[in-house]
């Protein structure tokens, strides 16, 4: 198998193990930077729980099929506006987490309440719901999501990015576990936020290539072979 069919088969194996987290339903998707203005992205049209690298498509980004066997989503913008903004961005994961969005559709601010929920906050919000389905929503996402890791959309769902697929991953479980745990704590009071102090220690021991492939692995072990 060469680079770019592990690339590909990584990829479908992030969209397999977020789909059996409840973090992609049916019309989520994750890509990786291709070579030039390109990029790898699920087809709109698969079943994300059944996706292999097969079902990787490649388009550059004006959306034109360059390879593969089905077209891309529709909110293909989404992650051709990053990339194009981002150089330092080489995979971007789009989903519909029902804990993070929950907050968004009553107005509650994300709030870093576990350690690694600390690695994405603060976590920006477009308000609006609509879809990210062409240059002129993609750049509304983009003025709000500037150089963070993660934002939110209002009833709608989160984006992450990352130097590589395993970061984008981790990162979107990360802000789905902190809003859970938000969403929960707030049942009993007040959650507990962590300092700025406390945040940057976090950071400064938990943004870590070992840490995130170790939080990977442990997703992937989960995967039916």
Not at 81 to 94: D, K, L, M, Q, S
Not at 182 to 193: D, L, R, S, T, V
Request: net charge negative; hydrophobic share 40%; aromatic share 8%.
């Amino acid at each position: 198998m060469d680079a770019l069919e592990q690339k590909k088969k990584q990829l479908a194996d992030c969209i397999r193990m977020l789909e059996s987290s409840d973090i992609i339903d049916y019309n989520g998707h994750a890509s990786f930077r291709g070579d030039g203005e390109t990029l790898h992205i699920n087809i709109g049209s698969c079943q994300r729980s059944q996706l292999r690298a097969k079902d990787i498509c490649q388009i550059d980004f004006a959306g034109n099929l360059l390879a593969g066997d089905g077209n891309p989503p529709l909110e293909f913008h989404l992650h051709a506006g990053i990339y194009r903004a981002r150089p330092e961005v080489n995979a971007i994961v789009h989903a519909h987490p029902k804990w993070s969005t929950f907050l968004t559709m009553v107005g509650v601010d994300y709030l870093p309440v576990f350690a690694q929920g600390s690695l994405v906050y603060p976590v920006p919000v477009l308000d609006t719901p609509d879809s990210i389905n062409n240059p002129e929503m993609s750049d509304r996402l983009n003025q709000i999501l500037g150089d963070r890791p993660a934002a939110l959309m209002k009833s709608h769902g989160a984006v992450t990015v990352g130097a590589s697929i395993t970061e984008a991953f981790v990162l979107i479980n990360y802000l789905e576990e902190n809003a859970h745990r938000q969403h929960m704590a707030m049942q009993i009071g007040k959650p507990y936020c962590f300092s700025d102090d406390e945040m940057a220690l976090c950071r400064g021991k938990l943004w870590n290539a070992k840490l995130f492939q170790r939080t990977w692995d442990h997703f992937y072990a989960k995967l039916p072979s």
